[in-house]
């Protein structure tokens, strides 16, 4: 018998949305059952629909899984309480049973008012200020002893992404991911959004940018100069990539070759594979990208374009990097930071061509904003909607090919 049960209410767009859908039949595979009751459908798709749904369970920790696996579409429980808090107990330690935020918006209920949490983005927790009257989501790294931290999932509660009016490819919020799916209408989809965001950004409108997170296969596979031509007309605004990528596009400059291989002698070069660190060791005697580009010494690529339009770039390194070059951020901590204080204003993110980059950027991202992953190995998009960028659109194809389609689409002609 299902003895333990628990009222949640849904509002919103939640039909059109498939939300209430989606919370139902999580109720049902999680192992309980539900009635449904005060339910009220907009009658246009402007106005919301609200429900009532009365969740039973056979057993108080079932009940709770299903409370807790619902939350993030929205389902909030009716018996409003205010959130629970706890003090940090040492500096980057939480308290055990610490609220993990998902990257949906997110409210915490305190002495009866609903406040906004700012900063949301997944696996953070949510620290509220002695006044509490601010709640933001921080790191763990970041937490400091004493700090008010909210724990357990009472007085918590996601607001769920409504479908966007407009009919493109990031209306539909599908993380699905085939080799075998036509790229054309995305492509296109993603060029009309980039022409917005370009004349928004222009006109110096707050999340109007666009964040290229990439890899060193965009050099290798021939989409160095439809990325070039990206930034020099002013599409791309924040670059995030590893030291590598920038190597390989100013080695492509200096000797025409990437990773060694001649671009367009399309053969291997003698003494090729020593290229990429003569060309780090050029910039690092220059002491920047920046004196290297404006001396004319990198003449162009990618990294010439950004030092001319001022594209923001955090060069995050690994422990294989050789060099690296001035500028790479070798600590990752510091990389992480330096990267989430580009995502405020950035209204469309496009990863492409590296794991790496692509899942730590996709971690760093709110659900709202749209986001394409372009990878020619499917694991890549379909591991970063397994760790929960569902608003991801997954590409299977390579680099090159993807960015040239993007150019000619926006206007490039060659």
Request: include cysteine; hydrophobic fraction near 45%; charge should be neutral.
């Amino acid at each position: 018998m299902h003895h333990y049960y628990e009222a949640v209410v849904l509002q919103g767009h939640i039909i059109d949305s498939l939300i209430l859908a989606k919370v139902l039949d999580l109720i049902v595979m999680m192992g309980g059952t539900f009635d449904l009751e005060d339910i009220c459908i907009g009658k246009t798709r402007e106005q919301p629909s609200s429900v009532r749904i009365v969740i039973r369970a056979t057993s108080k920790k079932l009940l709770d899984d299903i409370l807790n696996g619902i939350q993030p579409h929205g389902a909030s429980i009716e018996r409003e309480t205010d959130c629970r808090t706890a003090p940090s107990p040492a500096d980057g330690v939480l308290p055990d049973d610490f609220y993990a935020t998902t990257h949906l918006p997110t409210q915490i209920r305190l002495e009866g008012r609903w406040l906004d949490v700012d900063g949301i983005e997944m696996d953070l927790a949510i620290v509220v200020n002695e006044a509490r009257s601010v709640a933001h989501a921080m790191p763990m790294g970041d937490i400091r002893r004493g700090d008010q931290i909210v724990v357990g999932r009472e007085g918590v509660r996601v607001v769920p992404l409504q479908r966007p009016s407009e009919r493109d490819v990031f209306g539909f919020m599908e993380s699905q991911v085939s080799a075998e799916r036509p790229h054309a209408h995305v492509i296109s989809d993603i060029a009309m959004r980039m022409r917005q965001l370009r004349e928004r950004h222009r006109q110096g409108q707050a999340d109007a940018k666009v964040l290229l997170a990439g890899g060193p296969a965009i050099i290798h596979t021939g989409g160095r100069e439809a990325l070039t031509w990206l930034i020099q007309e002013g599409f791309i605004h924040v670059l995030f990539c590893g030291n590598a990528l920038a190597a390989h596009d100013m080695e492509a400059d200096l000797f025409g070759t990437s990773l060694g291989y001649g671009l367009t002698a399309r053969r291997a070069i003698p003494h090729g594979h020593e290229h990429h660190l003569r060309t780090i060791n050029r910039i690092r005697a220059m002491g920047s990208i920046d004196a290297a580009v404006r001396s004319g010494v990198v003449k162009q690529g990618i990294m010439a374009a950004c030092i001319r339009q001022a594209v923001s770039v955090v060069m995050a390194g690994t422990i294989r990097d050789d060099g690296p070059l001035p500028g790479v951020i070798t600590d990752s901590i510091q990389a992480q930071r330096a990267m989430r204080g580009l995502i405020p204003g950035v209204g469309l993110a496009l990863l492409i061509a590296s794991t790496l980059h692509s899942v730590a950027t996709g971690n760093l991202l709110p659900a709202a904003i749209p986001t394409v992953c372009v990878d020619i190995n499917p694991s890549v998009p379909i591991k970063l909607a397994d760790r929960g960028s569902f608003q991801a659109v997954g590409l299977v194809m390579d680099a090159a090919s993807f960015l040239t389609e993007l150019a000619r689409a926006l206007g490039r002609s060659t």
